[in-house]
T-cell receptor, first 110, second 115 residues
Framework: QKEVEQDPGPLSVPEGAIVSLNCTYS??????FMWYRQYSRKGPELLMY????GNKEDGRFTAQVDKSSKYISLFIRDSQPSDSATYLC??????????FGAGTTVTVRA | DSGVTQTPKHLITATGQRVTLRCSPR?????VYWYQQSLDQGLQFLIQ???????AKGNILERFSAQQFPDLHSELNLSSLELGDSALYFC??????????????FGPGTRLLVL
């Protein structure tokens, strides 16, 4: 069983829409959850970081962790064409290793 | 710009050959991580070094090896290359040993094509 699963999409939304991205994970002991954004031909960059459960908000971005369901989400409000990218969820495994989801490719149409 | 540099940006080589990828971490970062990103496998952790010593291994093949030098730059050596090794190779760095809330900063990657 994979440590983290993510629907690769792709996802296409009109400008201004809410983008909803999700991942599921296998081990309820995992504590650290991240979302990375990767533009085409670039390295991933950290967007959001959440410890344990609950919500975290940063501008137009909200990250949620539901530990009872082993489900993590990223919401992007008022989406912009510049948000078009691949979004990867990641979970910290065994302190050192980051395990990434497959990534969801998002296109925001102007 | 993350502050992590990788060279070369692109590399084209033939099967059976050996290549070396180079990474310079952000100033002050002691940990270096190597990742492989391919279409079918996604982003996979290969190996981590902390202050010159190997700290953690992931899905790294025996044909691959890495090291971190006293100036903290790192090299990933790929030998006996196969077509399936064609991928993007990323280096990331973090300040410390990688516990919990450590942020990993990724470089721009090296795109390897094995023909």
């Amino acid at each position: 069983q994979k440590e983290v699963e993510q629907d690769p999409g792709p996802l296409s939304v009109p400008e201004g829409a809410i983008v909803s991205l999700n991942c599921t994970y296998s081990n309820s002991a995992f504590q650290y959850f991240m979302w990375y954004r990767q533009y085409s031909r670039k390295g991933p960059e950290l967007l959001m970081y959440t410890y344990s459960s609950g919500n975290k908000e940063d501008g137009r971005f909200t990250a949620q962790v539901d530990k009872s369901s082993k489900y993590i989400s990223l919401f992007i409000r008022d989406s912009q064409p510049s948000d078009s990218a691949t979004y990867l969820c990641a979970i910290l495994i065994n302190d050192y290793k980051l395990s990434f989801g497959a990534g969801t490719t998002v296109t925001v149409r102007a | 710009d993350s502050g992590v540099t990788q060279t070369p940006k692109h590399l084209i080589t033939a099967t059976g050959q050996r290549v070396t990828l180079r990474c310079s971490p952000r100033s002050g970062d002691l940990s270096v991580y190597w990742y492989q990103q391919s279409l079918d496998q996604g982003l996979q952790f290969l190996i981590q070094y902390y202050n010159g010593e190997e700290r953690a291994k992931g899905n790294i093949l025996e044909r691959f090896s890495a090291q971190q030098f006293p100036d903290l730059h790192s090299e990933l050596n790929l030998s006996s290359l196969e077509l399936g090794d064609s991928a993007l190779y990323f280096c990331a760095s973090s300040v410390d040993i990688g516990q919990g809330q450590e942020t990993q900063y990724f470089g721009p990657g090296t795109r390897l094509l094995v023909l």
